[in-house]
């Protein structure tokens, strides 16, 4: 019987610690099936980390075609049939697929690198880093927490008590606004070797802008002239830092790819993404259209309840207006944690007019881009989104998204049915 098509590529090849140093799968997987045995960039060498009991353990049930509960993101959603994480990184680093065995010159390089007895790795070459250094961010969105931000800190301190298990705001060493993985210079000397080798890096946070270690990596890469593919999920607030100038640094390198994230616009994207100004966005945009128009500019979306039923107005603005110049350069994300902001606590009602609407924006969304290639991408992303939407029901968890609202509200002085009307009818 064939083995199981389970296989990432990334527990090979890739890097990923949290602002914790906790190295885990990825960015995606979920941190509660692995941190208590996972490695950690504090204490450890890199390829330590990478042979922790967790990372040996997944490598050897991948192997074996076997799941691991931590990757389930990525099983779920092909599950459903569509195309998951795992799956675009295996094309990404040219897998080719998940046999085990044949002519797959990557794969087999991989296998012969690791103990199959044991999943650890003999050797570990690292193409694609992402380390998330710091919590450091200038913007508290409602969907984060000070895990992922440090402008969270005095707003999840007054909040904790308040809200209980049911949102999870602030971490363990609640004295600490700023989240850092430890060994300061330290680990930089454990990085900075692999830099030479890479093909890839992801920028993230916190925010990746306001990041000393971001721009540090930078001035290296353009120092010992390698330039690898820079992919960066950012916020857009700065395009100067300190003493560096972005745009300038980014000149040397011919790959850039920028996935802002953006829920809404105007003052609704500013309640969603406290401490965003739009029209600082709309200038940033303006700036890098004009010095970097090779950088390939992106939206990024996070779904949930806050924006669920207004989101297919705000991607017609984003292309009436160009700020995006085709549907391919929008992308969808939706909120699992915590889970009353999820699309999936909508009532089924709701959850029917937001199909209606999605119809509705896939009509006018084919009729403008009739190329089945500029609109095929966001259609799927759409349809993704209704499957995962009624795929679960937490719809008990109603009252609890409009209770911590209510609060974050009081905190912030803010209103969340003054900025988003829509939203009356849901508390009805």
């Known amino acids: 019987m064939a083995k199981k098509d389970t296989f990432c590529i990334l527990p090979w090849i890739h890097l990923y610690a949290n602002t914790e140093g906790v190295v885990g799968p990825c960015c995606i997987s979920s941190p509660a099936h692995y941190t208590k045995t996972a490695g950690n960039l504090s204490n450890q060498t890199v390829k330590d980390a990478m042979n922790s009991p967790f990372m040996n353990q997944l490598r050897k049930k991948m192997m074996n075609g076997e ?38 010159p990557v794969l087999n390089t ?35 927490s000070h895990r992922f931000s440090s402008a969270w800190y005095e707003d999840a301190k007054k909040l904790e008590p308040l809200v209980g298990d049911d949102w999870s705001l602030i971490e363990n060493n609640k004295n600490k606004k700023v989240l850092e993985i430890g060994g300061g210079d330290e680990l930089w000397d454990k990085l900075e070797p692999y830099l030479k080798d890479i093909e890839f890096i992801y920028f993230a946070g916190g ?81 890098i259209r004009n010095v970097c128009p090779n950088v390939y500019f ?12 207004n989101f297919t107005n705000f991607f017609t603005k984003l292309l009436r207006t160009e700020f995006v110049d085709k549907p391919t350069k929008i992308s969808i994300d939706y909120l699992h944690w915590p889970t009353f902001q999820s699309i999936t606590v909508l ?43 009624y795929s679960k029901d937490h719809t ?15 905190v912030r002085d803010q209103n969340l049915l003054e900025t988003f009307p829509e939203l009356k009818a849901l508390k009805e």
Not at 71 to 88: A, M
Not at 298 to 309: G, M, P, R
Not at 349 to 363: A, L, M, P, S, T
């Open 207 to 287: 925010e990746p802008l306001v990041t000393e270690y971001h721009y540090k990596i930078l001035e290296k890469l353009i120092e010992i002239k390698n330039f690898p593919q820079l992919h960066y999920n950012t916020n857009l607030s700065k395009l100067k830092y300190k003493q560096y100038d972005l745009l300038e640094m980014w000149q040397n390198f011919p790959s850039i790819s920028l996935s802002v994230s953006l829920d809404e616009s105007g003052e609704r994207g500013e309640y969603i993404r406290k401490g965003m100004d739009w029209e600082v966005i709309l200038k940033n945009r303006k700036i």
């Open 396 to 410: 008990k968890e109603l009252p609890i998204y409009f209770k911590n609202m209510n609060m974050l509200d009081k």
């Open 67 to 104: 799941e691991d509960s931590a990757c389930n993101v990525c099983y779920d959603i092909e599950k459903l049939g569509y195309r998951s994480y795992r799956q675009e990184k295996n094309e990404t680093f040219k897998l080719k697929d998940a046999k085990l065995y044949g002519e797959y």
């Open 110 to 144: 991989l296998i012969e690198n690791t103990n199959k007895k044991t999943g650890e790795l003999k050797k570990f070459d690292l193409k694609y880093l992402d380390v998330r250094f710091s919590n450091l961010c200038n913007f508290k969105c409602i969907m984060c």
């Open 298 to 309: 992106s939206v990024h979306t996070v779904l949930q309840i806050t924006n669920s039923l």
């Open 347 to 389: 009532p089924k009602q709701v959850k029917d007019i937001v199909k209606e609407k999605i119809g509705i924006f896939k009509g006018w969304l084919t009729k403008r881009y009739p190329k089945d290639h500029d609109h095929d991408h966001l259609l799927t992303e759409m349809d993704k989104l209704v499957d995962y939407m």
